[in-house]
């Protein structure tokens, strides 16, 4: 009867130790989990800020594409105002030649 209440004691202090270790393990596997999930949270308002920062420039950029005229239209009148300013110049020239 001792030996058997020995070798339940044995076997109960194994598990005991057993399940001591799985707690410890499990317990810094929490603490990993917990301070990783506080970086991805700060990460996350990191990306929202990001987020909220380029849907700002967005908005502006939108507002800056409706005022400003295109960038080939832009081209095209400048060639256009030019070629008027070289038209102009030649008949100045024209005139200058006829008097000499």
């Known amino acids: 009867m001792a030996k058997d209440l020995s070798e339940q004691l044995s076997r109960l202090g194994h598990k005991c130790e057993l399940l001591v270790t799985r707690f410890a393990t499990l317990k810094r596997d929490n603490e990993e989990l917990r301070a990783r999930q506080q970086e991805l949270l700060g990460e996350i308002d990191s990306l929202r800020r990001q987020n909220e920062q380029m849907s700002t420039e967005l908005h502006f950029l939108k507002i800056s594409g409706a005022i400003a005229p295109a960038t ?3 081209k095209e009148g400048t060639r256009g105002i030019i070629s008027d300013l070289v038209r102009e110049i030649d ?3 024209a005139d200058l030649m006829k008097d000499i």
């Open 72 to 74: 080939q239209s832009a």
């Open 91 to 93: 008949a100045c020239v």
